[in-house]
């Protein structure tokens, strides 16, 4: 999934660059893209074994189960490394973008040099339930770590009013450029907190960040 990601997010930034070039002026951009976290997370129902939540279509190497058991500890969940593409972007080092293209014109290097990121800003983390929902939180709570961090990086919270979709947001203004220039986050730890009860129905998950770029073209 993570290559499959970063190439549509590469050629995105690549054509609405050459959309502008071609217009003739300079212009700032805003696009908002969907990362990919973790996949086939389960939260057990009461009293299920492990092996008898996991859906019987699903691979095991696809799926993991959240070890959470009513405690309002965080869990850790594994870690992410989709942030490589908009690391790129963060650092402006767009001409290496060039690797993610399938296709890519002779002009394409003079556009790409051209581009200049502004920002990164996070939008709102979102939990989709792909089997039961999430109506028995009260409080989801979502962390992303820099690896060893104590601290988390990122942090998103929602409370009340799930369903098959759970919508975090920010806890504060995040703007990943900042931390792109710190390095150390090609790779983020998840970590998630519950505050409920537990569901009558296994809960199998996936989590996604979405973000916020703007960049701008510079024509002259």
Known sequence: MTREYDMKLARLVFLCAVAAFLAGCSATVVYQSEVPLVNGQIILA????????????????????????GGLDPVHLGESCSLEVLRMIGDGNLVNLVDWLEFF?????????????????????????????????RRIRYD?????????????????????????????????????????????????????????NEVVFDASMFVRIEFRVHIF
């Open 46 to 69: 009461r009293l299920t074994p492990a092996k008898e939540a996991v859906p019987a279509d699903t691979p095991a190497a696809k799926w993991q189960v959240v070890d959470w058991s």
């Open 144 to 200: 992303l770590h820099a690896p060893g961090a104590a601290r988390p990086l990122i942090a998103a919270e929602g409370r009340g009013g799930f369903d098959t979709r759970a919508v975090l947001k920010p806890m504060r203004n995040y703007d990943l450029l900042a931390m792109f220039a710190d390095g150390n986050v090609s790779c983020l730890a998840n970590f998630i907190t519950l505050d409920g009860a537990i569901p009558r």
């Open 105 to 137: 014109p002779g002009f394409g290097v003079e556009i790409l040099e051209r581009i200049r990121v502004t920002s990164v800003g996070v939008q709102n983390i979102v939990l989709n339930a792909r089997l039961g929902d999430f109506s028995s939180f």
